[in-house]
């Protein structure tokens, strides 16, 4: 099996090579791509790193043309937040760049191209939880990208180019720094609350958005990744896993991180951006159609993610590129 990533250098990257490898019989052959270089610390077997742009067309359509991959999991996006402040770049990255993944990976005849879209698809006023099928009024440039692709990726399907599958995540948590992203309240409340003993989030304590621990989120993309074409009824679908309001996160590291100190100040722009988005998902479709369930709740990730931020701190891996 021949696997490309794109954006393997982000938030997601990392940890869905390591859930491909784990669950591959044979080792596949992976080409992680990301605008970025590699440092020493990506380096794996069965791995090799690659620079690209998603921007650039050609060089897209050249290394997809070289390599053939079997699948390709598209990751590379700029987040709503930095988005919101540079609209350009991110209508460049996610809407031209997946244009450019979806060209090239029909020229290279791939199997089936996973997409990321993201709850920042949805606008205001909608149920509580929300299903897959409504109206879509994104409230960012990056929410519209999102939707663009989603579109482009059932087109695609329909016309029968490339077999496109994806999910909307929620708010992804791991100890793996994205940036740029209007969820990372809650990653900093692990992150922040372990390295300072403190954290001041960018949020209301009310906020309550869509969560998903890492470990989730990435088997999310390997088991659709595997889903057969015929029980699927919908190209993107929701996948839930927990919804707490951010006091109840904060209380929820409290118990791991005894006396940390989360504040809340409001930011206005990610505020809004947080207000826009649904409270929770309904994710009854990927649970009919490929058998999806979360296997964390919120106290479950505490309990398996504050150890692991300790053990990187520890080892000195460097967490400093805050975007608080
Ligand atoms: N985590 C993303 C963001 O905050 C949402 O997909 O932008």
């Given at each position: 099996?021949?696997?490309?990533?794109t954006?393997?250098?982000?938030?997601?990257?990392?940890?869905?090579?390591?859930?491909?490898?784990?669950?591959?019989?044979?080792?596949?052959?992976?080409?992680?791509?990301?605008?970025?270089?590699?440092?020493?610390?990506?380096?794996?077997?069965?791995?090799?790193?690659?620079?690209?742009?998603v921007?650039?067309?050609?060089?897209?359509?050249?290394?997809?043309?070289?390599?053939?991959?079997?699948i390709v999991f598209h990751l590379a996006a700029?987040?709503?937040?930095?988005?919101?402040?540079?609209?350009?770049?991110?209508?460049?990255?996610n809407q031209t760049g997946t244009w450019n993944v979806l060209e090239a990976s029909y020229?290279?005849?791939v199997k089936r191209l996973v997409f990321t879209s993201s709850?920042a698809v949805?606008?205001?006023?909608?149920?509580?939880?929300?299903?897959d099928a409504?109206?879509l009024?994104?409230?960012?440039?990056?929410g519209v990208t999102k939707v663009s692709g989603e579109l482009l990726c059932d087109y695609y399907t329909r016309r029968g180019w490339v077999d496109c599958v994806g999910v909307r995540f929620?708010?992804?948590?791991?100890?793996?720094?994205?940036?740029?992203?209007?969820?990372?309240?809650?990653?900093?409340?692990?992150?922040?609350?372990?390295?300072?003993?403190?954290?001041?989030?960018?949020?209301?304590?009310?906020?309550?958005?869509?969560?998903?621990?890492?470990?989730?989120?990435?088997?999310a993309l390997?088991?659709i990744s595997?889903a057969?074409r015929?029980?699927l009824r919908r190209c993107i679908y929701n996948v839930?896993?927990?919804?707490?309001?951010?006091?109840?996160?904060?209380?929820?590291?409290?118990?791991?991180?005894?006396?940390?100190?989360?504040?809340?100040?409001?930011?206005?722009?990610?505020?809004?951006?947080?207000?826009?988005?649904?409270?929770?998902?309904?994710?009854?479709?990927a649970?009919?159609?490929?058998?999806?369930?979360?296997?964390?709740?919120?106290?479950?990730?505490?309990?398996?993610?504050?150890?692991?931020?300790?053990?990187?701190?520890?080892?000195?891996?460097?967490?400093?590129?805050?975007?608080?």
């Open positions: 099996m021949r696997i490309l990533l954006g393997a250098g982000g938030q997601i990257g990392r940890d869905l090579i390591n859930e491909l490898l784990r669950r591959s019989k044979e080792p596949p052959s992976i080409v992680a791509t990301d605008l970025r270089t590699p440092d020493a610390a990506d380096e794996q077997e069965h791995v090799r790193w690659s620079r690209l742009d921007t650039n067309e050609a060089a897209t359509r050249a290394i997809f043309a070289d390599f053939k991959p079997d700029i987040l709503s937040a930095r988005g919101e402040k540079d609209p350009v770049t991110a209508y460049a990255v020229a290279a005849r709850i949805y606008g205001p006023g909608l149920p509580d939880p929300t299903p409504v109206p009024q994104p409230a960012t440039i990056y929620p708010g992804l948590i791991s100890a793996s720094l994205p940036g740029g992203g209007s969820s990372d309240y809650a990653l900093f409340m692990y992150v922040d609350g372990v390295r300072y003993g403190a954290y001041e989030a960018f949020c209301r304590a009310d906020t309550r958005i869509p969560l998903m621990y890492m470990p989730d989120g990435v088997r390997a088991e595997e057969p015929h029980k839930a896993a927990f919804s707490p309001r951010a006091d109840e996160i904060a209380a929820s590291v409290a118990r791991a991180v005894p006396g940390v100190r989360i504040t809340y100040v409001p930011e206005p722009v990610r505020q809004g951006i947080l207000d826009s988005w649904p409270k929770a998902l309904d994710d009854t479709m649970r009919e159609d490929w058998g999806w369930k979360a296997r964390y709740d919120l106290d479950g990730m505490t309990d398996d993610l504050v150890p692991r931020v300790r053990e990187l701190l520890a080892r000195g891996v460097d967490l400093s590129h805050s975007n608080r």
